[in-house]
Structures are given as structure tokens and as C-alpha cells.
């Protein structure tokens, strides 16, 4: 199956999103791949989330959609 075309990210949704392995991961290990502080991966997750991109698991793990 063809990956979904992406919309237009900014660097730091690009680096947020290619961190989310292709099962849950958590938001931890996310801000850890990406060196990056928690605050922004938390505020780059919710912008992915709108976008439908991601979705947020109990427990503050995360999936890539689609």
C-alpha cells in the first residue's frame, strides 16, 4: 500500500513524525529521537494530531494514521 501523500510539516512535525515508529511510541522516546524538548514535541504532536496525522493513546503513546 502507497503511503498517504503528507501535508506541508514544518521541520519540527517532519522530525516528530518520522520519530513515531509504526507501533505505539511513546512521547518520551519520540523527544528522545528527535532531541528536542518535551514542550515542543507535545505542541508539534497536538498540531499533528489536528492535521489527523497522528492520535494519542492512553498512557501518552502515539500512531501515525492512515
Known amino acids: 500500500a502507497a503511503a498517504r ?3 506541508m ?3 519540527d512535525e517532519r522530525r516528530v513524525y518520522d520519530a513515531i515508529d ?3 511510541t ?3 522516546q519520540i523527544a ?3 532531541d ?3 514542550a515542543i514535541v507535545s505542541s508539534t504532536l497536538l498540531r499533528l494530531e489536528l492535521k489527523r496525522l497522528v492520535k494519542q493513546l ?3 503513546y502515539f500512531v ?3
Open 64 to 66: 501515525k494514521l492512515g
Open 58 to 60: 492512553p498512557g501518552k
Open 36 to 38: 528536542l524538548p518535551s
Open 32 to 34: 528522545a529521537t528527535c
Open 22 to 24: 509504526s507501533s505505539e
Open 9 to 11: 510539516l514544518s521541520e
Open 5 to 7: 501523500p503528507l501535508p
Open 26 to 28: 511513546a512521547i518520551d
